[in-house]
């Protein structure tokens, strides 16, 4: 399978405990976005990176969020002291993007994973 | 905050054409119209986008009204496949934030 992946699937844990997702992008894709989505709302922006770099984070991402993409490759989201309203689906993608910040956005298309729903007891 | 507006939900029988509307009253120059659709228990899937002239691809056709304030997706064919959030975005393609910025979108019902 060449598209995104995301792991895991499902992740149920207790109030107060940490949780880490895992996104594998398309192979080839300087791009990566992470996305959060509630039952009914469209996702929402939390963050993405070029290669290794994060050029914009959401205010949605508070200090109990951090996201890293060490090699320029995979990339993990970290939520630290879960809450009860940290409860979504947590969405992974990818994308080529060609040049530098500003130039190039018009023929990218984003590839998404299927998620990983958290569920915080 | 999404700058596009749609309606909640459309109904379409099986092999008909599925039009929906969307207005994005306030786009500038340089931001494109992008259209993605989500499945149930799926993540978002790219279906086309244009800047100011209509586009056509596998998928579905793209209609940018000439003021570009208001554009419809058309699923020629539809199939019960299609049933899904369809969600229409506008996005700068230069000089700005570049993220996708997601409405709640149309909840797209094809009937048999």
């Known amino acids: 399978d060449t598209g995104v992946s995301q792991n895991p699937r499902h992740k149920i844990t207790k109030r107060g405990q940490n949780v880490t997702f895992r996104c594998d992008p398309i192979s080839e894709h300087n791009r990566l976005y992470w996305y959060r989505q509630t039952l009914g709302q469209g996702p929402e922006f939390l963050t993405y990176?070029?290669?290794?770099?994060?050029?914009?984070k959401s205010r949605l991402l508070s200090d109990r969020f951090s996201a890293e993409r060490p090699k320029g490759s995979f990339s993990t989201l970290e939520i630290q002291r879960t809450e009860q309203g940290d409860s979504a689906m947590y969405l992974c993608?990818?994308?080529?993007?060609?040049?530098?910040?500003?130039?190039?956005?018009?023929?990218?298309?984003?590839?998404f994973g299927s998620g990983t729903q958290l569920s915080v007891l | 905050d999404a700058k596009t507006t749609q309606p909640p939900s459309m109904d379409c029988a099986e092999g008909r054409a599925a039009n929906l509307p969307c207005n994005h009253s306030t786009i500038s120059g340089n931001e494109y119209v992008y259209w993605y659709r989500q499945i149930h228990s799926q993540g978002p899937q790219y279906i086309i986008h244009?800047?100011?002239n209509n586009e056509t691809n596998e998928m579905a056709s793209l209609i940018i009204t000439e003021d570009r304030k208001s554009s419809t997706l058309i699923l020629p064919h539809a199939t019960l496949r299609d049933t899904a959030v369809y969600y229409c975005?506008?996005?700068?393609?230069?000089?700005?934030?570049?993220?996708?910025?997601f409405g709640k979108g149309t909840k797209l019902t094809v009937n048999p």
């Open positions: 993608a990818s994308s080529w993007r060609r040049g530098d910040r500003g130039r190039g956005a018009t023929n990218e298309k984003l590839f």
């Open positions: 244009g800047l100011k």
């Open positions: 990176f070029q290669n290794e770099a994060q050029l914009e």
């Open positions: 975005i506008v996005r700068v393609g230069w000089g700005g934030s570049e993220k996708l910025v």
